[in-house]
């Protein structure tokens, strides 16, 4: 094999780790509450050790598998095991579904127009997109990519959620009225619907029976999905799309606070804060969040400049990098790397990083392509995509012998 090589430069890279603070009653994975703390905040002391000061001999490798090019793009989404890419192919315009194995595009859907923002909600058989051009929400077959069902509801902003055969979805048009709305999972039929000051839907996810859906005049928000009932409100200013909320594997909801500037744990079936990890940034350096990846009991999320490991039950924060410049992707999670994509400080070049889930130790660090936020990082196993420029390239990750 190759052995390739990189430079991380003197204070480029910071490497924190910071123990958190756990209150009785804590950790002890039971949704429906048992937190002796409200809001708790988490956080502690950093040691903080700088990398870099010399070559950085990487300890991966990437190999390029595949190429497959798109005639328009306009970003993807990793959901179970397949990207779906908002783009144009052999003259259908909207969604192409991209195996990550192969990088083979199983089928395409014409939207008529390629979407700007593509939001998607999945089911077992169907996958549910909507779009911030379109008022149609579509239930598309998730082997063929054939349109089942449609329904002309208004314009998203964030992705839908299913649960025992309802989809809850919303709309963010401003000019006109915003409901959120529960249509039969099949057909898309509606089931109910409320129409309130929601002031634009962000997205909903569910957990333990509750949908939890959050909303741009700073709320988290539970709902009965059977019929619309409202069960809580927790005020936590969402910025938008990609600030939650998240859930993780074991059912667990999370969302990012822009005002806070911190992500929340919040219970599902009460709306009670579980813990808060401050993501320690200054005014305007927030953006982008992007959902976090979660491996088990594990996350990691960029908040800033930062990317945060974090335990997803006590809220432990296990690790966090510093990166002098712009972190323009959210965490892409491989076998043995967490890898986001950043500017570095003033040079305006973009740079690619890898690094160990266990204790942040970098382990890949090399130039990328791309030098501006228009790259996406998607990651299954050991293998790594990389969106850009219309493009999307899968790369096999190994470690170097």
């Not at 958190?20 to 502690?44: F, H, I, K, R, Y």
């Not at 949908?211 to 059977?226: F, H, I, K, M, W």
């Amino acid at each position: 094999m190759r052995r390739r090589h990189a430079l991380a430069t003197i204070g480029s890279l910071t490497l924190g780790g910071c123990l958190g603070l756990e209150s009785p009653g804590q950790g002890e994975g039971n949704e429906s509450g048992g937190s002796t703390e409200s809001d708790l905040a988490v956080d502690g002391e950093a040691e903080t050790d700088e990398l870099g000061g010399e070559d950085h001999e990487n300890e991966i490798e990437l190999d390029r598998a595949w190429t497959t090019a798109f005639d328009r793009e306009y970003g993807g989404r990793l959901l179970d095991e397949t990207i779906y890419v908002a783009g144009a192919v052999d003259g259908d315009r909207g969604m192409v579904a991209v195996n990550p194995v192969d990088g083979e595009i199983e089928w395409t859907c014409d939207f008529g127009d390629v979407p700007y923002s593509l939001y998607l909600g999945a089911g077992p058989d169907l996958i549910y997109a909507g779009t911030s051009q379109q008022d149609e929400i579509r239930a598309i077959d998730r082997r063929t990519g054939t349109v089942e069902a449609s329904i002309e509801l208004g314009e998203t902003g964030g992705d839908g959620a299913v649960h025992d055969g309802t989809f809850v979805v919303g709309t963010a048009d401003p000019d006109m009225d915003q409901v959120l709305a529960g249509l039969d999972a099949r057909t898309l039929t509606e089931r109910w619907r409320k129409r309130e000051e929601f002031a634009g839907f962000d997205g909903a996810v569910v957990a333990n029976d509750v949908v939890v859906a959050s909303y741009q005049n700073g709320e988290l928000t539970g709902y009965d999905p059977a019929d619309g009932t409202e069960l809580w409100a927790t005020e936590i200013s969402i910025a938008g799309h990609g600030y939650g909320p998240f859930v993780d594997g074991e059912g667990r909801v999370f969302a990012v606070d822009s005002e806070r500037r911190s992500i929340t744990r919040v219970d599902s079936t009460s709306g009670e804060r579980r813990w808060t990890i401050d993501f320690e940034t200054d005014s305007g350096e927030l953006p982008p969040v992007g959902p976090p990846a979660f491996d088990g009991d594990d996350g990691w999320i960029v908040g800033g400049r930062n990317v945060i490991a974090f335990e997803s039950d006590s809220g432990e924060r296990r690790w966090s990098v510093e990166i002098d410049g712009e972190v323009t992707s959210p965490v892409a999670k491989t076998s043995d790397a967490r890898w986001v994509h950043a500017v570095e400080g003033d040079s305006e070049s973009g740079r690619l990083f890898g690094f160990d889930p266990d204790d942040g130790a970098l382990r890949y660090a090399g130039d990328a392509t791309a030098d501006d936020s228009d790259y996406e990082l998607f990651g299954l196993g050991d293998r790594l995509a990389v969106l850009e420029n219309g493009t999307l390239v899968g790369y096999d990750v190994t470690s170097v012998e």
